[in-house]
T-cell receptor, first 114, second 115 residues
Framework: SQTIHQWPATLVQPVGSPLSLECTVE??????LYWYRQAAGRGLQLLFY??????ISSEVPQNLSASRPQDRQFILSSKKLLLSDSGFYLC?????????????FGPGTRLTVT | AQSVTQLGSHVSVSEGALVLLRCNYS??????LFWYVQYPNQGLQLLLK??????LVKGINGFEAEFKKSETSFHLTKPSAHMSDAAEYFC?????????????FGRGTSLIVHP
C-alpha cells in the first residue's frame, strides 16, 4: 500500500528565517505531487505541483519555491519567511499515469512564523 | 475553467439526523468530482469520488453523493449523523490537464454534530 509522509509535523520559525518542508511517498512510482497551504478557516490553496523529477509548476507567485530531487520526494522551501507564510501545509500525491484523478494527502505541517 | 461552490460554511445537525452538505460545480466538460473529509490538525481523506460511472456514489463511513448533471450538483448525504462525523468537508472538481489532474477545492463546510 502507499503511504505519504511529511515532516516536521510542527514548526515555529522567526520572520526572515529559511524554511524546508519535506514530503515523501512510498509504495508507488512516478506520482504526481502537490503542495497546498491552508490558512486558518480557509480552504486549500494549491502552491506547486510536479509531474516528474525536476518538473515544477507554480500556481501562485510568492515567497516559496519547490523542488523534486527524486521521484517520490517533494520539498517546499523559502529563503526568508514572512508572517503571511504561517499556515497548515499539506502535501498530496496522485497516480501519475493510471488516469486516476483522486489525491491522497499527507498529515500536514503546521508552520507558525513569529 | 472549473469552480466549486459549497453552500454554507457551517452545518449543524443533531446526532441521528440526516446530514446534507451541498456542492455545486461549474465545468465546461463532464468533470471528476470528489468529497474529502478533514479532522482537526490532519490531512484530507478521500470520502468518495465520481468518475462518470454510476451517478449515485457510495463512500466510506456511510456517506454517499449523487451527481446531478442538470443541477450541476454533487451533494453529500448521510442518513444518520454520528458524533464522530464532526469535521471539515471539502468538495472538489478535477479536469485533465495534459495528462495530469489539477483539482479545484471548495472553501469547505464545517459539520457540527450535537448530542
Amino acid at each position: 500500500s502507499q503511504t505519504i509522509h511529511q515532516w516536521p509535523a510542527t514548526l515555529v520559525q522567526p520572520v526572515g528565517s529559511p524554511l524546508s518542508l519535506e514530503c515523501t511517498v512510498e509504495g508507488t512510482s512516478n506520482p504526481n505531487l502537490y503542495w497546498y497551504r491552508q490558512a486558518a478557516g480557509r480552504g486549500l490553496q494549491l502552491l506547486f505541483y510536479s509531474v516528474g523529477i525536476g518538473q515544477i509548476s507554480s500556481e501562485v507567485p510568492q515567497n516559496l519555491s519547490a523542488s523534486r530531487p527524486q521521484d517520490r520526494q517533494f520539498i517546499l522551501s523559502s529563503k526568508k519567511l514572512l508572517l503571511s507564510d504561517s499556515g497548515f501545509y499539506l502535501c498530496a500525491w496522485s497516480p501519475g499515469t493510471s488516469g486516476r484523478p483522486e489525491q491522497y494527502f499527507g498529515p500536514g505541517t503546521r508552520l507558525t512564523v513569529t | 475553467a472549473q469552480s466549486v461552490t459549497q453552500l454554507g460554511s457551517h452545518v449543524s445537525v443533531s446526532e441521528g439526523a440526516l446530514v446534507l452538505l451541498r456542492c455545486n460545480y461549474s465545468s465546461s466538460v463532464p468533470p471528476y468530482l470528489f468529497w474529502y473529509v478533514q479532522y482537526p490538525n490532519q490531512g484530507l481523506q478521500l470520502l468518495l469520488k465520481y468518475t462518470s460511472a454510476a451517478t449515485l456514489v457510495k463512500g466510506i463511513n456511510g456517506f454517499e453523493a449523487e451527481f446531478k448533471k442538470s443541477e450541476t450538483s454533487f451533494h453529500l448525504t448521510k442518513p444518520s449523523a454520528h458524533m464522530s462525523d464532526a469535521a471539515e468537508y471539502f468538495c472538489a472538481v478535477s479536469l485533465s490537464s495534459g495528462g495530469s489532474y489539477i483539482p479545484t477545492f471548495g472553501r469547505g463546510t464545517s459539520l457540527i454534530v450535537h448530542p
